[in-house]
């Protein structure tokens, strides 16, 4: 039977949210073409990992079980995924648009002499053709592409496009694959370097306050802080405040930041540059405070604020604190 394969990306013994993503896509798919959901992931000693994943309600997760897949590598992932998907040939391989996915997807389609599409935040397929979205011009226009009629599909999905699934419950069925990956890797794995201590995922965030040029100097952030504190927010940025060092890259939304989706965004002195749009346009409720009426962030905002944002944050803290 034609098989979607979902490759389930995890880090730090925790199964990351765009694997869960993919997957609703995946079934939405296969109920489509008639096709089973399947799940890959690679790894040793993450049997807890593999019984999480089974419990979101697929067909069968396969585990790529090895010593030398107990930490990401290029080689790794790229020997042990050519020879599996030689031999499942899945319609259609997904694979997280992120740092991992993107290191290895394009040495994986080579080695499978597979069309591989990037970044896509749609697909669909029409008479066992690919068809895909994805975004040109930074973000303005969505385009859809056909993909060149193939037996076999590698797409690199974006996070946050799609809701995870919920919890089903039932468990897939679980299969051991043994592989075995010869050879000395070219990559090695050195150690993970977290975050800075301090510092939060803002992907994850359901509120987020996030400040731009227009806070003026790093001093000032403080108050968007406070509002943050208020509303159980965290704080981001657009790029110049982090480019001057006033917040960690880590809080950066857009092109060359984080996308995120919260259900509450709240943009303090942004422009609203495409590159910024780009990561944070599809947030449930957008609020912009900005002074100049024309500011691109308006034409995006469902509640827009034509004000200093000096005057107009203190006030949001006093009635929220009440
Ligand atoms: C390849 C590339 C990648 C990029 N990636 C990113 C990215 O990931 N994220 C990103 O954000 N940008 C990115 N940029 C930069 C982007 O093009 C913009 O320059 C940037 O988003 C502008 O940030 P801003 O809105 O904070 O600043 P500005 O465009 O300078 O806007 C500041 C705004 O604050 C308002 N303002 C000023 N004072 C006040 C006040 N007291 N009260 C209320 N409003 C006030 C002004 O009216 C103005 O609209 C990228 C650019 C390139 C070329």
Not at 78 to 96: C, H, N, Q
Not at 98 to 124: E, Q, R
């Amino acid at each position: 039977m034609t098989e979607i394969m979902v490759v389930a990306e995890h880090r730090e013994g925790e199964i990351r949210e765009i694997s869960l993503e993919m997957l609703t896509k995946a079934k939405e798919i296969a109920d489509e073409i008639n096709a089973k959901v399947s799940s890959v992931i690679l790894g040793h000693g993450i049997d807890h990992l593999v019984e999480e994943l089974a419990s979101y309600g697929q067909d069968r997760v396969y585990y790529l079980r090895n010593e030398k897949l107990e930490n990401y590598t290029i080689d790794g992932y790229k020997s042990a995924l050519t020879s599996f998907l030689e031999d499942r040939k899945p319609v259609l391989t997904m694979i997280g648009h992120t740092a991992m996915g993107l290191d290895f997807a394009p040495a994986l389609a080579v080695s499978l002499d597979t069309p591989l599409v990037t970044d896509c935040i749609d697909l669909k397929f029409t008479n066992g053709q690919l068809q895909v979205t994805r975004q040109v011009y930074g973000g303005k226009i969505n385009v859809e592409l056909n993909v060149q009629k193939h037996g076999s599909y590698i797409a690199t999905i974006r996070p946050t496009v799609f809701k995870p699934p919920e919890k089903t419950g039932l468990k897939g069925e679980i299969e051991e694959v043994t592989l075995k990956i010869e050879g000395e890797f070219r990559t090695k794995f050195k150690g993970f370097i977290k975050p800075e201590i301090e510092d939060i995922d803002i992907s994850q965030a359901d509120v987020i306050v996030s400040v731009g040029r227009g806070i003026g100097e790093k001093e000032n952030i403080k108050i968007a802080e406070e509002l943050a504190k208020v509303i159980g927010g965290v704080l981001a940025a657009s790029r110049p405040v982090v480019d001057n060092g006033w917040l960690p890259k880590t809080r950066q939304v857009g092109q060359s930041g984080k996308t995120v989706k919260p259900k509450l965004y709240l943009a303090l002195g942004i422009s609203g540059a495409t590159q910024h749009l780009m990561g944070m346009k599809d947030s449930e409720l957008i609020v912009a405070v900005n002074k100049d009426p024309n500011a691109p962030i308006f034409d995006i905002a469902d509640i827009g604020i034509v004000a200093d944002l000096f005057e107009v944050v203190p006030v949001f803290i006093e009635q929220l604190r009440k």
